[in-house]
Every structure is written in structure tokens, then in C-alpha cells.
């Protein structure tokens, strides 16, 4: 049922009504069918009490039990139909984030924003993602929001396109912000080391100073390096907040003050004061902070490299003279020129010149590749030695450096399942080590210790808790992991992908296209009735509408022979099969594999002595047939890539198994598995073919990734439960996939799952990390173990740890083809999605 809704006030909240009422814009509706689906979907949410549907206006109006169902909720209600919420993206650069606490403040302080479906906050990029309903976007509001929240915010450019000073902001390479801090750093390290060694001489019994210098030299210290976290801490009271800086704050002014009091009261020659511990507190803070910055920069690396490529200006050819414009003012058909060993600005075709173009930044690829006239460039690329003139094709946001950016950004910027649980563990952290520093102090009171021995102890218990560590975990590790991939032209589309990339166990190759060249060619060419010239005419006219690299060869032989295509009235491209035309002479032709031939009714008894000819040595056999009469066959081959049969081999040596799924014949399929060292193979496998292997394997408990390039792949690529798509992939097949390679080789399905199970193991080691630390540490440093001085010293380093590990993930290198095979032992895991 549909109900158009055309007054949008309708909508509003009345005063005297319990419920919130919002209008969600929803994509997808065409009918009253769709609506009725809609509504009943989203009434049975716990929370939802009314939905009234209008299609007219593609959106449902709701109202909603406050607190029950969110806007993300029903986002994925809807998803789990096919359905969509109309919904834009906002990101936004944070500033004055210092731990898990402060990301979930954010996200929080965001996502009560109306019209905000879920907030992603990454405190490794210093980053906000905000997914927003279309028709509620208002960058003030949530502007003011993360303001009153007590950050700092700055709006960032759509689809990657950052502006330097916000890129410095956000990646760390602002240099001024990096000198001030490390002048900071120094002016505090100077105070306090002579503090440190005070207290090593007076525990020996002859300290080098009395109390008043020590009282000096810490409030200077606390003064000048403790300021950042008293406005913290302030501002998180003001807003009734629980922070890390609020820890901070808490354990040394409690041993700075204690000091004082002690001092002022017993006198000159009172002993058990902590100064130095008020000190080393913020000195070992500020050191922790200033390391783990330097680290977060070096796993940023990749993203900031890919920006870096982005060129600031063109020079653009105009009625014969050169005007230099900014990039984003170049309009697509604008003809670029580019000098000698300069950056190609945008993505297009070279109309004149030549040149060798490296595009080893942006795919990975070692050797510069010769261009000219006609081929396709990158931007981003750099040109070798040649002037080339390029037709920008894809500018600004379309080009593919901007898109790869964005997806780089978008999946760094995304939460792994396991993140979830520490943030909801990381929000009572701070409450519950302020309970627990209380707790100490009265147990060592109620066991009749000494004040100073009691306020110690909880000194100590606030100072070492880190839900720094906690909060750095897992984004440290994502950001590394996957800017370390971008490196190696392996995109990984999302977290899910990763998780999903580090669990597979087996992996299907299409094969042409994929574990083959991709560039065909004709080798026989096989008439019934001998007429070579009127097979090659039929076969290149029914091809002129097909993508597939077999039709393009066809095209290709025939133009070797003179031979110009008819015109074609109409094209039907059969996926997994051949294709279908008819040609203004009204001939109509089936070019194709023999399970199309039988398909139509062809009869192949006639050309069976021919068959073995197409297929000697696994060649590609394509069957041509004219109104129903078989006409004689084409023998195609394309031979595999020079790295396929390495690339099996180590992921067969890492515990992954392998199989060839192709819509070519038998023959070719089962030689090229033979040649692989495959011992499953399916040939003649149609899409749907594809797709009900993919089934059976997922319902025996297997994780399967598969591996394509054409249209025909894209069901399979998102039926698996990991679709990889590789470098010459058509759009269809890369929509469909969760890694995209921007590198043609297949050694690079191995880079791609290696690369994901290091990072996810990263991901599980630094939570591991993190959570081990806090549950040893607060109770040692409870029962009186620790001093503050060495409970702040490990706090420092358990945060520059979780971020160190992470950061040796910058250091993974893709093999090569020629690497030594190294054999991985895992036990499989049931995988039990699918998408």
C-alpha cells in the first residue's frame, strides 16, 4: 500500500506526542509492491509504531520509540531487502582526540545529530566519517556538535579531495604542530631528568636537592607540559565526561598537592613527597604522545603518498596555445599536454606522441610500460622521456587516484567487529579506574597503612590505566595493513573484506582474462566448406558489439585480412557463452562455445572432424553458425601469465586450496589446469554455473574467494564470500568485489590474502596487547607494587607498543614471482557467511 505524503511538516514531532517522527529517504522503491515490502519490514523493528510509505516521494515516513531503533538499525533492515537509505557521506578531520574515550564521545556527540545514520570515528587518521540522510545534511550542525563536545573540527573535501592544510591536519605532516611539540617534549625532559635523578640519590640517602627545588622544577613541569591535559580534563567535566586526560590530571596533581601539603606541614626535612612522580607523570605522558605521533605518521604513510600524486595544475592545449589551469577546473574532452618526466595530471587517451609511462606508484609494477597514440594513462602516473598530448576521459573526483583514495580512506576509516566491544569496554573504563583508585586508597587506610603509602598506591592505579592503548588497537592495524596493500595495488574495499581476505581457505580462478594473458589471438581458422573469408565476415560482424577479449581477437585476425565487418541490426551478448546477432543482410549468427551451439539447435555432427583441430594444445574452440547451420570453428589462444603457475603454487603452500572455473571448452580447461598444477578444473561454466560452485563449497564449510575479470564473474565475485577483481577487470566484475588489484598478475591474489591475515592478526595481537596490560597492571599497581614514576613510564609505553606492532605492518613487501615458497600451517576455519 501507498500513501503519498506531500506535506513534509506532516512529518514533524507534535508536542504532545511520545514518539520522534522522521522522513527517511529510501532508494530502490518502484511500485506499491516495493512500499508494502518496505513497510512491513519495518514495522515489525522493535521501536518502529508507524510507517506510512509514499513512492511518489521515494521515502517512509516513521515514528519511532525513542531509544529503542536507530537510523543505523533500520539502515540495515532495509539493506537485508534490497533496499536503501538515500544517504551521503561527511567527513570531517577531529582535533584534541587523546583515547578510546574520546573517540566514543565523538562518535556519540555525532550520531544524536538529526538525520545522522551511523558515525565512524578513527583516531589513528584523526578522522570522522558521518553517514547523513541526503535531506538532512548540515556540516554546522554537526560542526557545533563535536564543538560542544569540547573538539576541535574541521570539514573535509569530498571523494579524496583534501586540501593540503587539512591533509597536514588529519595525516600528521603539519611540520610547525611537530617542532612545537618536540620543543615541548625537550623543555620538559630537561626539568624532570634532574628530578629522576634526585630521587635515585635520595632513596640512596643523599638527595642533590632539597624539596624547594623539587617543588620549582615540577610546577614548571606541570605548568608548561600539563596545561593540554588540565583543559582536557576541564572541558570533560564540564561536559560530564569520563577521559584519559581526566586520569592524567587526577594522578599527578593528587601527588603534586599531597607534596605540597606534606611539605608545608611537616617541613624542610619531610621525606615521602612526590614531586618527581608529579613530573615524571607528564614527562612520561608527553613522551608516550609524541612517539606514538611519530609512528601514527609512518602507518599514514601510504594514503599521504597516494595524495601526494594528485597534481595541482594542467597545462591544457586551447585554439593552438598552452593555458595552464588548476585541476579541478580541466573538463572532461580538454587536451593536456604533458612535458618529459612530468606527473599526468588526468586520467585519458593519448591523442600524439609517445612515451614510457611508470605506473609502479599507484599498481605496483616494476618496469615502465610504452605508450602511444590511442592507449589509456592513468593520472598520477609519471612520463618518461616523450611530450604526450592526453584527452582528459576522468577528472577531479572520477579519476581513478581520487577513487582509489577514497577507498583506501573510506575502509581505514571503518570499525572491525572486535572494535565494537572495546569501545563499549573502553566507555566504562575511566568511571571504573576512578572507583578502583578510590577503592585503594581506603583498603591501604582500613589495613592501617600510612597516608602517603595509601595515596601512592592510588596515584599509581590512575596513572598506569591506558584506554589509550585499547583505542589505538585495532585502527593502528587497519591503517597500516591497508595503506601497505594500497602500496602494492591490492584495494581492499572494506573491514569486512579484510576479515573475510584472512579466512579463506579456497580460492576459484576464472581463467581467461584472469590466470591468462588476456590477450588472445587467433591461431586456426577451420570452414566447412573451405571458404576462410565468408567464416571470418560472420564471426568479426556478430563480434563488433562484444567486450570479450576471445570477440576482440576475432576482430583483430579479420582486420589482418581485409575483411570489413557488416553492419549489425541487432546483439545479444550470452555471458559464459558467446554471442548472438543479426546483421542487416538479416544472417543471423551464433558465434560461441559448443554448449551454446547446442543451446540453439545447431547441429555439430557435421563439423566433429574439425573439433580436435580447434583444440590441440588446450586452444580456445569457438564455434561459428549461420541461420541454424553450423559454418566452422575459429582456434584461439591465450596463453597463461608468466607468474599464474608460481601464484598457485604458493598459495598452495600456504594451506589454500585451488580450482579453475571457466566457460571455455574442456580441453582448454583441463590443459591450463595441468599446466597450473590444478587438480580441480570446471569448464563450459556458465554464470549461474559459477555461482552454484561457489554454493557447494560455502555448504561443506569452505571459505571461497573468487578470482575474475569479466561481466560474466560479477555474480560469483558477490555470491563468494571474497570476490577479487584483477587489474583489466570490466566495471561490473569491480563493483561486485571486495579486493580490486590494480595490478594484472595473479601473484597478487597471494599478496592480497597474505597481506589481510597479517594485518588481522596485527588487529587480534594488539587487542590481545592491550587488554593483557590493563588487567595485569591495575591490580599490581593496587596492591602497591608500582610507583607512580614507573606505573607513568609503562603507561607511556604500553600506547607507543599497540602502535609500534602496527607499524611494522609498513614494512610488508608483496612477493615476487621468483620468491621462495614458504609453506603456512593454520587450521581452516567454518565460514558461515555470505553475502
Known amino acids: 500500500m501507498s500513501v503519498a505524503v506531500t506535506d513534509p511538516a506532516a512529518a514533524a514531532p507534535s508536542p504532545e506526542s511520545p514518539y520522534s517522527r522522521v522522513v527517511v529517504p529510501v532508494l530502490g522503491m518502484r511500485d506499491a509492491t516495493d512500499a508494502h515490502r518496505v513497510r512491513n519490514r519495518l514495522l515489525r523493528m522493535e521501536g518502529v509504531v ?28 532495509l539493506d537485508a531487502i534490497d533496499f536503501a537509505l538515500a544517504d551521503a557521506l561527511v567527513p570531517l578531520s577531529i ?36 553517514r547523513i540522510l541526503d535531506r538532512d545534511i548540515n556540516v554546522e550542525a554537526l560542526m557545533h556538535a563535536v564543538r560542544r563536545a569540547g573538539y576541535g573540527v574541521t570539514p573535509l573535501g569530498e571523494h579524496g579531495a583534501v586540501a593540503d592544510l587539512e591533509s597536514a591536519a588529519i595525516y600528521g605532516s603539519g611540520a610547525g604542530a611537530n617542532r612545537f611539540e618536540t620543543l615541548m617534549l625537550g623543555i620538559v625532559w630537561v626539568l624532570t631528568v634532574p628530578l629522576l635523578l634526585n630521587l635515585a640519590w635520595r632513596v640512596a640517602g643523599t638527595p642533590l636537592f632539597g624539596p624547594f627545588w623539587a617543588f620549582l622544577l615540577s610546577s614548571v613541569v ?65 613522551l608516550g604522545k609524541w612517539l606514538e605521533a611519530v609512528v ?29 589551469k588548476p585541476i579541478d577546473k580541466v573538463a572532461v574532452g ?8 612530468e606527473r599526468i595530471p588526468v586520467d585519458g587517451v593519448i591523442v600524439k606522441g609517445e612515451s614510457a609511462v611508470d605506473a609502479s606508484m599507484i ?14 594513462v592513468t593520472g598520477g602516473t609519471m612520463n618518461g622521456g616523450g611530450v604526450l598530448h592526453v584527452r582528459a576521459a576522468r577528472v577531479a573526483a572520477d579519476s581513478t587516484l581520487a577513487q582509489i583514495i577514497t577507498l583506501v580512506e573510506e575502509a581505514q576509516a571503518r570499525k572491525v567487529p572486535l572494535q ?115 567464416l571470418l565476415t560472420l564471426a568479426a560482424s556478430a563480434q563488433q558489439g562484444s567486450e570479450h577479449p576471445l570477440g576482440r581477437a576475432i576482430l583483430a585476425h579479420a582486420e589482418t585480412y581485409g575483411i570489413v565487418p557488416e553492419s549489425l541490426k541487432s546483439f545479444e551478448a550470452i555471458p559464459g557463452r558467446g554471442v548472438r546477432a543479426v546483421l542487416e543482410g538479416q544472417t543471423e549468427v551464433v558465434v560461441g562455445n559448443r554448449p551454446l551451439m547446442d543451446a540453439v539447435g545447431v547441429d555439430m555432427a557435421v563439423g566433429e572432424w574439425i573439433a580436435p583441430l580447434l583444440a590441440m594444445q588446450g586452444r580456445s574452440a569457438i564455434w561459428v553458425a549461420a541461420d541454424g547451420l553450423l559454418v566452422g570453428g575459429i582456434s584461439v589462444s591465450d596463453p597463461l601469465r608468466g607468474d599464474a603457475r608460481r601464484a598457485v603454487a604458493t598459495l598452495q603452500a600456504e594451506g589454500v586450496a585451488c580450482a579453475v572455473v571457466s566457460g571455455d571448452s574442456n580441453t582448454a580447461v583441463a590443459a591450463a589446469a595441468e599446466s597450473l598444477g590444478v587438480k580441480n578444473a570446471f569448464s563450459d561454466a556458465v554464470p549461474q554455473t559459477k555461482v552454484r560452485i561457489v554454493r557447494r563449497l560455502q555448504a561443506k564449510g569452505r571459505s571461497v574467494a573468487m578470482v575474475g575479470d569479466g561481466i560474466n564473474d560479477a555474480p560469483a565475485l558477490a555470491e563468494a564470500d571474497l570476490g577479487i577483481a584483477v587489474g583489466t577487470a570490466a566495471d561490473a566484475a569491480m563493483q561486485s568485489a571486495d579486493i580490486t588489484l590494480l595490478r594484472a598478475d595473479v601473484m597478487s591474489v597471494a599478496n592480497a590474502l597474505s597481506v589481510a591475515r597479517e594485518t588481522w592478526n596485527k588487529i587480534r ?32 609505553l604500553s600506547s607507543v607498543s599497540v602502535v609500534g606492532n602496527a607499524f611494522l605492518l609498513t614494512r610488508w613487501k608483496p612477493r615476487l614471482a621468483d620468491a621462495p615458497l614458504r609453506p603456512r600451517y593454520f587450521s581452516r576455519r567454518k565460514s558461515g557467511q555470505r553475502r
Open 296 to 324: 601514527k605518521h609512518g602507518t599514514t604513510r601510504a594514503i599521504r603518498g597516494l595524495m601526494e600524486l594528485r597534481a595541482k595544475s594542467a597545462r591544457v592545449i586551447k585554439d593552438g596555445a598552452l593555458i595552464s
Open 765 to 796: 595481537q594488539n587487542l590481545a596487547l592491550a587488554f593483557v596490560y590493563n588487567v595485569v597492571a591495575l591490580p599490581v599497581a593496587a596492591l602497591g607494587f608500582l610507583s607512580p614514576t614507573v606505573a607513568g613510564a609503562a603507561m607511556a
Open 363 to 376: 599498481t605496483g609494477a616494476g618496469l615502465p610500460e610504452d605508450k602511444g597514440e590511442g592507449d589509456v
Open 95 to 130: 582535533r584534541g582526540m587523546t583515547s578510546s574515550a574520546c573517540v566514543a564521545r565523538v562518535r556519540t556527540a555525532l550520531e544524536h545529530v538529526e538525520g545522522v545514520v551511523e558515525a565512524q570515528v578513527n583516531p589513528v587518521l584523526n578522522r570522522a566519517d558521518v
Open 420 to 534: 565494537r566491544f572495546v569501545d563499549r569496554v573502553t566507555t566504562a573504563f575511566v568511571p571504573v579506574v576512578l572507583g578502583l583508585a578510590v577503592f585503594t586508597l581506603f583498603g591501604w587506610l582500613a589495613l592501617e597503612n600510612a597516608f602517603a603509602e595509601a595515596i601512592r598506591a592510588a596515584v599509581s592505579v590512575l596513572v598506569i590505566a591506558c584506554p589509550c592503548a585499547l583505542g589505538l588497537a585495532a585502527p593502528a592495524a587497519l591503517v597500516a595493513g591497508t595503506g601497505a596493500a594500497a602500496r602494492a595495488g591490492i584495494l581492499i574495499r572494506d573491514v569486512d573484506s579484510l576479515e573475510k581476505a584472512a579466512g579463506v581457505d579456497t580460492v576459484l580462478f576464472d581463467k581467461t582474462g584472469t590466470l591468462s594473458e588476456g590477450r588472445p589471438f587467433v591461431t586456426s581458422v577451420e570452414a566447412l566448406d573451405g571458404d576462410i573469408s565468408r
Open 222 to 286: 606541570l605548568g608548561l607540559g600539563g596545561a593540554r591535559y588540565a583543559m582536557g580534563a576541564w572541558r570533560a567535566v564540564e561536559t560530564h565526561a569520563a577521559t584519559m586526560d581526566l586520569l592524567v590530571v587526577l594522578g599527578s596533581a593528587s601527588a603534586y598537592l599531597y607534596s605540597l601539603i606534606a611539605w608545608v606541614s611537616v617541613g624542610p626535612e619531610g621525606r615521602n613527597l612526590y614531586f618527581e612522580t608529579a613530573a615524571a607523570i607528564i614527562a612520561f605522558v608527553r
Open 50 to 77: 508507524a510507517a506510512t510509505v509514499a513512492t511518489d516521494l521515494d521515502s517512509v515516513a516513521l515514528s519511532l520509540d525513542p531509544g529503542r531503533v536507530t537510523l543505523r538499525e533500520i539502515a540495515a533492515e
Open 334 to 341: 580538454d587536451v593536456v599536454m604533458v612535458k618529459p618526466y
